[in-house]
């Protein structure tokens, strides 16, 4: 068994636990952290950690020394730095939360810190391990579209999703929740740009973007502040981000809505809910004047030192929720829709002036790996085999195959402030 200290016990520790814990049968919880004694609560019904074993002050768990092989990191963004070093410099393994850190500067203390104590720190880009996009990352190795030359990505966030977790959720201002939205939603996507096109380095950057729609100005005529008080039955029933519909009658992602009553989801009332919507809860709000400051579309253009170049594009509030992929080599391309787990792969037939086409559909694969379309049992399986003793696989993303990533989401974002194109001086991993 790979025992585990669990460092923030919601929803992204519980969901790698779930695969590591009950899926594999690799991993044993030793060591549970939160501050709220409802998550500790849940991982005693959960996981079996005993009542002695849950801890609100991680200081409790460090002052024992080390007690497990490994640490999940699952605490929000801004929380990681302080939360992984002192467990790092224990010589912990860890399966750290992305983004790691917003800047420059803790990123590297985590990667020299990490490497002076010998320590394993694997990042949770999960979108490497997919079954779509290590798909992808295999045909590229093979050869199967020459050189890179274009790379074309975009993240289009549905509008529950957008407004669940960004727009009236726990990460809608970046001085409360450490990250750009860049940086919190597409870390993600910016890390396969440097991955599939990993023999070479990004060089400058420059982006687009700002908050636009989700403003006080957009709001429908005569919409209150809060959907269930004072918004008019007529402007809610022809509203997307009604809260009643969305987080009452239609809720996909009850894990979040509900955070702020201090008890697990399944464990709030209906009356709770309502009466939290008509007061406290950021999700009753008008999702116009929500009040956040994070952007609501940006787009981030990539050159590389090779020239090749990339484009990604982030929105949210879309109709239909997804990734799209457009790879262009000098022999061949890739296209396809996460969602879709259909691979498109182009060549070009001399014979007809024209091009031919195979699919590979990935989606067996995808349903037997559940969440994030296979990639949160792909990385805790990647994580477990690591642990084991085996070598990384080629989707791996080990802290130093991740910071090229984290320094352009930065650089991007900077190039959105400054207008202007930022250039970057990075090494070839």
């Not at 790979?2 to 009950?22: F, K, P, Q, S």
């Amino acid at each position: 068994m790979i025992t585990v200290v669990a460092v923030g016990c919601g929803d992204r520790t519980t969901t790698y636990l779930e695969v590591g814990v009950h899926v594999l049968k690799k991993m044993k919880v030793v060591a549970a952290i939160d501050p709220n004694p409802e998550r500790l609560r849940y991982m005693q019904e959960h996981f079996d950690v005993p009542a002695e074993a849950c801890f609100r002050d991680m200081y409790e768990v460090l002052s024992q020394g080390r007690i497990a092989d490994c640490v999940i990191d699952g605490t929000m963004d801004q929380y990681h730095l302080e939360t992984a070093l002192p467990f790092l410099e224990q010589g912990y393994d860890m399966l750290l939360e992305k983004p790691l850190v917003n800047n420059e500067k803790d990123l590297f203390l985590l990667r020299d810190t990490a490497a002076k104590s010998g320590s394993t720190l694997t990042v949770c880009h999960v979108l490497r391990y997919t079954p779509f996009y290590h798909k992808i990352k295999e045909l590229i190795l093979a050869g199967a579209v020459g050189e890179i030359m274009n790379i074309e990505t975009s993240e289009r966030v549905g509008a529950f999703h957008s407004s669940v977790s960004y727009i009236r959720g726990k990460w809608n201002r970046e001085a409360e929740c450490g990250s750009s939205l860049l940086l919190a939603k597409c870390c993600h996507d910016i890390d396969l740009l440097c991955w599939l096109n990993n023999t070479t380095v990004p060089v400058s950057v420059t982006s687009q973007g700002g908050r636009n729609y989700f403003i006080p100005e957009k709001a429908p005529a005569g919409a209150g502040t809060r959907c269930l008080v004072d918004c008019p039955a007529e402007v809610r029933a022809t509203c997307f981000y009604d809260a009643q519909n969305m987080y009452i009658d239609h809720c996909m992602l009850p894990q979040y809505p509900w955070q702020c009553t201090g008890k697990n989801p399944e464990d709030v009332t209906m009356e709770e809910r309502i009466a939290s919507l008509k007061t406290y809860n950021p999700h009753g709000l008008c999702i116009y004047k929500a009040g956040g400051d994070l952007v609501d579309h940006q787009n981030v253009a990539v050159t590389f030192a090779n020239g090749s170049t990339a484009l990604h594009t982030m929105t949210l509030g879309a109709m239909r929720p997804g990734r799209n992929i457009w790879i262009q080599g000098t022999r061949g391309e890739i296209e396809g829709f996460f969602e879709d787990g259909i691979i498109k792969y182009r060549t070009y037939d001399p014979s007809r002036t024209w091009f031919t086409e195979e699919t590979c559909d990935v989606n067996a694969e995808i349903a037997q790996n559940g969440n994030h379309l296979g990639g949160d049992a792909g990385l805790v399986r990647d994580f477990c085999a690591r642990m084991e003793g085996a070598a990384p696989s080629i989707s791996t993303t080990d802290i130093s195959d991740s910071i090229n990533g984290h320094l352009l989401c930065y650089a991007a974002d900077k190039a959105l402030r400054e207008h202007s194109i930022v250039p970057l001086h990075l090494e070839k991993q």
